[in-house]
Nanobody
Framework: QVHLVESGGGLVQPGGSLRLSCAASGSIFSINVMAWYRQAPGEQRDLVAY???????VYADSVKGRFTISRDNAKNTVYLQMNSLKPEDTAVYYC????????WGQGTQVTVSS
């Protein structure tokens, strides 16, 4: 019964920024890996970035240098700071805990368009 609440999505112009948040609550014994995935219409869900409990981060090549993932363990919250947004970043962004077979949020829409 883990509940993930995502927020921060919206419509921005190319070059703009957004900050996504995902707060976890419920029966959580431990959160090792926290991640953000995204899925555009007609495409598969792909990893954007993840961060381990130790603070190690991994980014998809398409977002390196533009996105930053971080976490607040005390708040069970993961963030995704997205800068220099491009139209190809348009997708539904999903929060994930402990891998693809772990827990998923409902998704938040990010649209980058002029």
């Amino acid at each position: 019964q883990v509940h993930l609440v995502e927020s921060g999505g919206g419509l921005v112009q190319p070059g703009g920024s957004l900050r996504l948040s995902c707060a976890a609550s419920g029966s959580i014994f431990s959160i090792n890996v926290m991640a953000w995935y995204r899925q555009a219409p007609g495409e598969q869900r792909d990893l954007v970035a993840y961060i381990t409990s130790g603070g190690n981060t991994v980014y998809a090549d398409s977002v390196k240098g533009r996105f930053t993932i971080s976490r607040d363990n005390a708040k069970n919250t993961v963030y995704l700071q997205m800068n220099s947004l491009k139209p190809e970043d348009t997708a539904v962004y999903y929060c994930n805990l402990n891998g693809p077979r772990g827990h998923w949020g409902q998704g938040t829409q990010v649209t980058v368009s002029s």
